[in-house]
């Protein structure tokens, strides 16, 4: 019987992506399962000042609802010629109004208006990702990743969501959402946290 670990979000490219890093690690013995799985409980807002510390909120409320072990992450776009915003606010930077969708595209469009005149050279910015395993015991863990690039002037790309069609990593071409899904896997901010967390994921099905 496997070990259900929850990530605790409604977000099904998250959810695809926990799923294929523990298929490609060979991390057997874990069911991943969302929130929208599960009975709904209060979820705390995100009010923490770092990606750290909204990352273990949720994971610890997570796992202290449902009783399972728990990851939660939380993500974000800095930009360079903002200071290091959007940061913490990325998800809600245009508002808060609106479907997943509509709040994506408002949030990108106005980071879009807000560099309309800022030149290419200074148009670096960073994906952060932190992601934390809570266990109904209260074994924590903590993971931080960072993918480096730059912002385009206009949205190329259908693959990933938020941020994805205007960021360009280091070195790269193409936008975050026109790679395939598991070659963003294998570099992304996201992929760096959940991949830091294997050895913790894998104790939890007894595996080494």
Known sequence: ???Q???ATRNSGKLGELRRILEISGVDGLQVVGLADLASFPEAPETGATFEDNALAKARDAAAA?????????SGLTV???GGMPGVLS???AGRHGSRDERDAANLSLVLDQLADVPDPRRGAAFVCAAALVTPSGVEHVARGEWHGWLTRAPRGSNGFGYDPIFVPEGQQRTSAERDPADKDA???RGQALRALLPALR???GTL
């Open 1 to 3: 019987m496997p070990t």
């Open 5 to 7: 670990l929850l990530l």
């Open 66 to 74: 449902t009783g399972l072990p728990s990851v939660a992450d939380d």
């Open 80 to 82: 360079d010629a903002l």
């Open 91 to 93: 998800a809600r930077w």
């Open 187 to 189: 570099v992304s901010h």
């Open 203 to 205: 104790e939890l099905t």
